[in-house]
């Protein structure tokens, strides 16, 4: 349940677990008995998403809560998954994105062609000249 805090107009203030439903409800101060307002805080130790705590958090990739790092080399072993060395995605990045800016210049020429010479089997031979067909 989420951490509530109610501060008063004369100082006092305190902090509730309460339901969402019921944390809109008044709290009455126990020194004026006047309203207390809830007022947005940040708790100590609060984890990252509900279910994480200190000593373990769920792990997106894997689909499951991990405790530790050794459990989660365990776990990765066990499905023959490796750690990704650093620079990795952007090395595998840069090559899709040359293959893609190949793959437009091809089409270009492939259209040009096409458009230049009526010929289907002339734009496949001057686009893919080292393909077998």
């Known amino acids: 349940m989420p951490l509530y805090e109610y501060r008063c107009k004369c100082g ?3 902090e509730y677990v309460r339901r969402y439903e ?3 409800r008044p709290v009455s101060c126990p020194q004026c008995q006047g309203a207390a307002q809830r007022v947005l805080c940040v708790p100590a130790l609060t984890p990252g998403r509900w279910g994480d705590t200190p000593w373990s958090y769920y792990d997106n990739g894997l689909g499951m809560q991990i405790h530790s790092k050794g459990h989660r080399a365990q776990v990765m072993q066990a499905r ?3 750690e990704l060395a650093p620079g990795e995605v952007e090395t595998e990045q840069r090559l899709c994105s040359r293959e893609h800016d190949k793959h437009n210049q091809d089409m270009k020429t492939y ?3 096409l458009e230049d ?3 289907v089997l002339t734009a496949m031979e001057q686009t893919f000249p080292d393909v077998e067909v």
Request: no cysteine; net charge positive; proline share 0%.
């Open 80 to 82: 023959g998954l490796r």
């Open 12 to 14: 006092w203030g305190d």
């Open 111 to 113: 259209d040009r062609v």
């Open 22 to 24: 019921v944390s809109r």
């Open 117 to 119: 010479t009526g010929s």
